[in-house]
């Protein structure tokens, strides 16, 4: 899919893949880009093998021992089967409607969120690993139960596609019903704006926490919401409840500033004391920073 001459990071950029076709295909440049890419970064050699394999153990049944690849490598090995899943994931996705914002001509949040979701789903699937996924706004919009399957893969794909945002955020109340349909610990990724009261979304994350699942959050942004990075006079507009200010940025930047900054470090401060790992994506950067925060929680746990 690559030629030699292609830079990987070209791959990665949001615009880049967003102008693909399918879903599934942009999911795979997406994956494809970042592994080349880091065979050249200083990475290289991170194990993010997509095996399919598994050592011959005494009692295993040697219908199920792959003669061609003994024959290439002197070794026995069986095919891995669904049952044999290492890792039950969770991919929880903010659908509120704060995340239909963009500025200038990036794409949305949601629009990011979309691809980083399926970029991930498709890692999990190819590692054979269980993969559930939601959507939630101020309730769950969608809900389908972690399984090994491609069919399973491609109905989540369906799903992200298909996917509007909804109404208002409430991060709490819908993540505390998510909390209590995850039968079995796993890894849980939750991508939002986190546009919420903070202690509401410290209490729901410290939920899933208490049932011993590993948690990472991807913090997702538009740069100007971190800069107010607008024109002299501007008109805001609440995109949940179509509330409007008008005011002149330049004037408040400063002041904004430095309580976005609070917000984002007293966040991740308290996610790091009770075990969340927390990285801050902007809709502006390529997908290798969010893909390799997940690969390297992935080996710490296996």
Request: charged content about 30%; glycine content about 4%; aromatic content about 12%.
């Amino acid at each position: 899919m690559f030629n030699k001459t292609s830079s990987a990071k070209e791959f990665l950029k949001p615009e880049v893949i967003s102008a693909l076709n399918s879903l599934e295909l942009k999911a795979r440049f997406l994956v494809e880009g970042f592994l080349i890419g880091l065979h050249k970064s200083p990475y290289h050699g991170f194990s993010v093998e997509f095996t399919e394999h598994r050592p011959y153990f005494a009692g295993d049944s040697l219908r199920h021992v792959d003669w061609k690849l003994y024959g290439k490598t002197e070794k026995f090995y069986v095919k891995k089967y669904e049952e044999e899943t290492n890792l039950i994931s969770h991919i929880l996705v903010d659908a509120s409607a704060s995340m239909k914002f963009s500025a200038g001509k990036r794409i949305s949040k949601f629009e990011y969120a979309k691809l980083l979701s399926a970029a991930f789903a498709y890692i999990i699937n190819k590692q054979h690993d269980a993969v559930g996924f939601a959507f939630f706004s101020d309730k769950i919009e969608t809900l389908l139960e972690p399984k090994t399957s491609r069919t399973h893969l491609l109905e989540i794909f369906s799903k992200i596609e298909n996917q509007k945002c909804g109404s208002d955020t409430n991060i709490a109340a819908s993540i505390s019903k998510l909390s209590g349909k995850i039968r079995k610990r796993g890894l849980v990724i939750l991508i939002s704006d986190l546009f919420d009261k903070k202690e509401k979304i410290i209490s729901a994350l410290k939920q899933l926490r208490h049932k011993k699942n590993e948690v990472i959050i991807f913090h997702l942004l538009d740069p100007a919401e971190l800069s107010l990075d607008f024109s002299d006079e501007a008109i805001f507009v609440d995109l949940e409840n179509g509330e409007e200010l008008s005011t002149s940025p330049f004037q408040i930047r400063g002041e904004y500033k430095k309580q976005i900054s609070s917000f984002i470090n007293d966040l991740k401060t308290e996610m790091l004391n009770f075990g969340v790992d927390y990285q801050l994506v902007t809709t502006n950067e390529s997908f290798d920073k969010a893909l390799l925060k997940y690969f390297i929680l992935r080996n710490k746990l296996y």
